[in-house]
């Protein structure tokens, strides 16, 4: 960009005034020469803007960000001459929040660089159909923020890595929601249980009279998905068999409803997440090479709570404002450092349980330690009682494939009258062991019953 030196700061500010983010024109001292009405929005501040430095005004530091332990993006825009992107945590009147910022330096007639324009954009928005938000300041969240910010706008499939209850689904959101698709819909496959039978006609649909019980014409997942996004939840959990059937969609781009002679065109963008080592997966045989290499063209690992220790307590105040309204306002100091001592193997999701109860317990507005105390210990996957050893050595002389293990222990251990309990010590999240156990029932059904229930 370069600048007419005859330009009046009244031009400029009338050219940031057609920027509909907040937005400023400063000079390579870090002052502001000139802002837009959306910034003054932003930042509403008391005296006289202009002059002020950026830093003082947005993150109310009196050093710049370099300075601060932050990246700078005007340093680094300084350094290399070009447009740069980066997120920043900034201090807003509504907290702290997320912003992409974009700063373009503006050249004079000899082409030294004079000013630069920065640009905000709130990397928080609210995704719109449920109300949710990622929250979280640590270096460990911020780093997969931005990686998520850069992947929303384009069609690159994103595949989101990362343990249980860590905000997979939540990330697939954001995702989506700030996506060019964002107003199409957004669907999610949850892919643990799909038995082979169940695969094509729940992803491809089905015409009328394609098997017995199919009465009327069901349209996908697939086509539910048109013009939006296909989040394919624990796509860990897809038999080999199935990975070929999702591979020829992926890249082919059509599809054929079972019973129907004529191939579709998908229209949808790729998100897919799972728990499991993919990778590792791949190397074993257990998942193929060529759809993981389709399904992992952005990988974006998701921080456990142990990594991002620092956000537990903002975690916790924002889960508690969003649940019901109860007598608990905040968390005590002795609360706030109880939080922060916990392992939470079952991380944000294990969190929120630990509040759920602790507002039923609570009649005052303070959340104390002993409201959030689960009277039963927390259970790590490793004290999971062993099986005993003699019956190990039965199954050693007598091996069933592992799959069938898993059934038949799952079989035993469905009536168990706390879930919540039994994730914990199976160190799966509650909603994956609902799914092993809609799984378990589903195979129950014997086959023409279950096609009923297609339809
Ligand atoms: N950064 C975050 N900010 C606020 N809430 C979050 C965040 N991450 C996760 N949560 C909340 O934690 C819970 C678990 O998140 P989510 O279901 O997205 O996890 P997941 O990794 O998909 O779990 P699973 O692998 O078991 O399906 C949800 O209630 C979600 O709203």
């Known amino acids: 960009m370069t600048i007419n030196p005859a330009a009046s700061l009244a031009e400029i500010v009338s050219l940031l005034d057609s920027i509909p983010a907040p937005a400023i024109l400063m000079d390579t001292d870090y002052r502001i020469c000139a802002a837009n009405d959306a910034y003054r929005r932003q930042f509403p501040h008391e005296g006289e803007l202009i002059g002020r430095r950026c830093y003082e005004i947005s993150h109310g530091y009196s050093s710049p960000c370099d300075q601060a332990g932050e990246t700078c993006p005007l340093r680094q825009c300084q350094q290399s001459g070009k447009r740069q992107r980066l997120l920043h945590i900034h201090n807003t009147p509504q907290g702290r929040e997320h912003v992409n910022v974009e700063l373009n330096p503006v050249r004079d007639e000899h082409g030294n660089i004079r000013y630069f324009v920065e640009i905000m954009q709130s990397a928080e928005r609210t995704d719109t159909h449920q109300g949710r938000v990622l929250k979280g ?9 931005e990686l998520l910010s850069r992947a929303a706008p384009s069609d690159i499939s994103v595949l989101l890595l990362g343990e249980s209850g860590t905000g997979k689904e939540l990330a697939a959101q954001y995702l989506h929601s700030h996506s060019q698709r964002a107003n199409n819909p957004f669907v999610v496959v949850e892919c643990t249980g799909l038995t082979e039978s169940l695969f094509e006609s729940e992803l491809f649909g089905h015409e009328k009279g394609a098997f017995t019980g199919a009465t009327q014409r069901k349209p996908g997942l697939v086509d539910a998905a ?24 992926i890249e082919s781009g059509n599809y054929r409803p079972v019973g129907s002679v004529t191939a579709r065109r998908a229209d949808f963008r790729l998100i897919c997440a799972t728990h499991r080592p993919l990778a590792d997966m791949v190397e074993f045989g257990q998942f193929r090479r060529d759809l993981y290499y389709r399904i992992s063209a952005f990988p974006v690992h998701l921080p456990n709570l142990a990594q991002r220790r620092e956000d537990i307590v903002l975690l916790a105040q924002h889960l508690l404002s969003q649940l019901p309204a109860s007598h608990a306002r905040d968390f005590s100091e002795a609360a706030c450092q ?6 939470f193997p079952g991380n944000i999701r294990q969190l929120r349980n630990h509040i759920e109860r602790a507002i039923l317990l609570c009649d005052h507005d303070l959340i104390e330690p002993w409201h959030l105390q689960p009277e039963i210990p927390s259970v790590s996957a490793s004290t999971v009682s062993p099986l005993p050893r003699q019956s190990l050595q039965e199954l050693a002389r007598q091996p069933i494939p592992l799959d069938q293990l898993e059934q038949q222990y799952l079989q035993l251990l469905s009536q168990h009258p706390d879930k919540t309990l039994l994730a914990q010590q199976l160190g799966i999240s509650e909603r994956t062991l609902y799914r092993k156990l809609a799984a378990l029932r589903e195979q129950e059904i014997p086959v023409d019953e279950r096609e009923k229930t297609i339809g």
């Open 338 to 343: 109880w939080l922060q001592q916990q392992e």
């Open 226 to 249: 048109s013009g939006g996004t296909l989040f394919l939840d624990e796509i860990g959990d897809i038999p080999l068999a199935m990975q070929v059937k999702l591979l020829r969609l």
């Open 137 to 145: 300041t640590s270096p460990a969240f911020t780093r997969m923020l």
